[in-house]
């Protein structure tokens, strides 16, 4: 999950500037995002449109290993 993660956002943002960490405890999964305050709003995106697609992409393949997953983002400070 933390490579598809990376990858989405590398290529939405076009930055390399933030970190990509996963949880697992049983059955769910977060993922955590730490990003540079300048592409934060990229990352979640006007009415927080693209961070709800990239927990759709992320949800559907979680669904293929019986998880439930969960995505936070949070500014580097």
């Not at 943002?13 to 990229?42: C, K, M, P, W, Y």
């Amino acid at each position: 999950m933390i490579e598809l993660t990376t990858f989405i956002i590398k290529n939405i943002t076009g930055s390399e500037d933030f970190r990509v960490t996963e949880e697992e405890i049983d059955d769910r999964l977060t993922i955590q995002v730490d990003a540079n305050q300048s592409i934060v709003g990229l990352i979640i995106g006007k009415e927080g449109k693209t961070i709800k697609n990239i927990r759709k992409l992320l949800a559907i393949l979680a669904t293929k290993t019986d998880k439930i997953i969960a995505i936070n983002v949070t500014e580097q400070l």
